[in-house]
Each structure stands twice: as C-alpha cells, then as structure tokens.
C-alpha cells in the first residue's frame, strides 16, 4: 500500500462480523512422513467426510512451498459446537487415524479478530 493511504478493514468481535454467527476456525498444520500423494488422498476422503457435516462453511488446504512435507488445513465453521460435533462423529475416527499414520500434527480453533480483503483496501 502506497505511504498516507489508510487500509479499511473488518475488526471482528466475538459474535463475528454483523449478521453472522460466531463462526470459528480450525487451523491444522501437518507434517507428512508419508508421501505427500498418499497423505492428499487420505485428506481428501476426511475433507469429503467433514463437508456433510452440519455447521462445515469451507476449507482450505495450503502445502507449504519450499517444504513439501508441510501443510496447513483452514476449516471455517458455523460455531465451535458444530465443529465438535463433527470431530465426535463415530465416523471421523478413522479418518483421523488414518492421517495420524501419515503425520503428525498441532492444532487449534480461532476466532477472527480482524478481516481485510483487498476490495475493500480499494474502496478507501
């Protein structure tokens, strides 16, 4: 952005941007001591799983560039209550087991604290 231009942006609350829910984010990052062909296979099995489940808004899986056998999974979702009742699904555990096989994993669920889209930079 070019000096003395200021950038609009979306600051989030806890109840989420106006007239959303409290949508939260799971952020997964892995890495895969399996081939990365196997581990996106397995993934997208669990990715086709967990989008029939109620409260599933999106996902994104991002592999890292220069590290091959480092992803990052981004799943947005209604509210933290669908997302647990997803991942307490009796179907879900073998889908977590099998990607346990082929790497391990940190995680966590977030809420948005701000949004900026570049739409919106440009309106300013």
């Known amino acids: 952005m070019p000096s003395g231009e200021q950038q609009e942006s979306n600051v989030v609350g ?5 007239g959303r829910g409290p949508e939260v984010t799971f952020v997964n ?16 099995r669990t990715s ?3 989008a029939r489940q109620p409260g599933f808004v999106r ?13 990052v999974n981004l799943a947005v979702w209604t509210d933290r209550a669908s997302f647990q ?4 699904q009796p179907g879900f555990a073998p889908h977590a087991a099998a990607l346990r096989e082929l790497s391990r994993s940190e995680n966590g669920l977030f809420t948005a604290r701000l949004s900026v889209t570049a739409a ?4 300013t």
């Open 48 to 50: 086709a799983f967990m």
């Open 120 to 123: 919106e930079a440009r309106r």
């Open 14 to 18: 806890e109840a989420g941007p106006v």
């Open 85 to 88: 009742r997803a991942v307490r």
């Open 59 to 71: 996902h994104s899986l991002l592999r890292e560039v220069d590290e091959p056998a480092a992803y």
């Open 29 to 44: 990052r892995f890495t895969v001591h399996g081939t990365p062909e196997e581990f996106e296979e397995v993934f997208a």
